[in-house]
C-alpha cells in the first residue's frame, strides 16, 4: 500500500485569476508584502500495491488520463510506502 | 523574501464530495485499487519579508483570515528563503 500525495500545477505562464484574486484580497487586508500568489491542487490518495514501479506507472496513467489537463497543467508526485 | 508553499485540508472527519466523484471515476477507469482520495488546496505565494518570525506570523494570519475555513478546514506551511 502506497500513499500517494499528487500536485497539479497550473503552468506558470498561464494566469491563475483564482490565485490573482485571493493576492488582491490579501494585499487589501494590509498584506502589501504579498505577491506572486498560486492556488493549485493537491490530491492525496491511497494505492493498494506493493510493487513501487507499478505504483508509480499506474500514478501516471491516472494523473495523464484523469487528473491533469495536459494543455494547462503539470503534475508531480511522492510515493510514501504504507 | 521567502516562498510560502500551504496546505488547506478540509478535516478528514469530514465529506469531500469532489474527491468521492473522482475516486469513483478512476475506480471506473479501472483503477480498483485506488481509495481514500482527497482533494485540497496547495497555494504558494512569495512573501516580501527577511525576518522569519514576521513571516510566519504573517502566514499565519492570512491563513486564518482568509485562506483557511476554521470550521472545516486545516492549514499547514512550509517558509523557504529566497
Known amino acids: 500500500m502506497f500513499l500517494v500525495k499528487i500536485f497539479i ?4 505562464s ?4 483564482q490565485g490573482k484574486a485571493v493576492e488582491h ?3 487589501s ?6 505577491s506572486s500568489v498560486r ?9 493498494n500495491e506493493n510493487d513501487f514501479t507499478k505504483a508509480k506507472n499506474n500514478v501516471e496513467k491516472i494523473c495523464n488520463d484523469l487528473l491533469a489537463n495536459p494543455h494547462l497543467e503539470d503534475y508531480s508526485f511522492e510515493l510514501t510506502k504504507k
Open 14 to 17: 498561464i494566469l491563475d485569476p
Open 9 to 12: 500545477k497550473r503552468r506558470r
Open 29 to 34: 487586508l494590509g498584506y502589501k508584502n504579498v
Open 25 to 27: 484580497r490579501i494585499n
Open 39 to 47: 492556488i493549485d491542487k493537491y490530491i492525496e490518495l491511497e494505492l
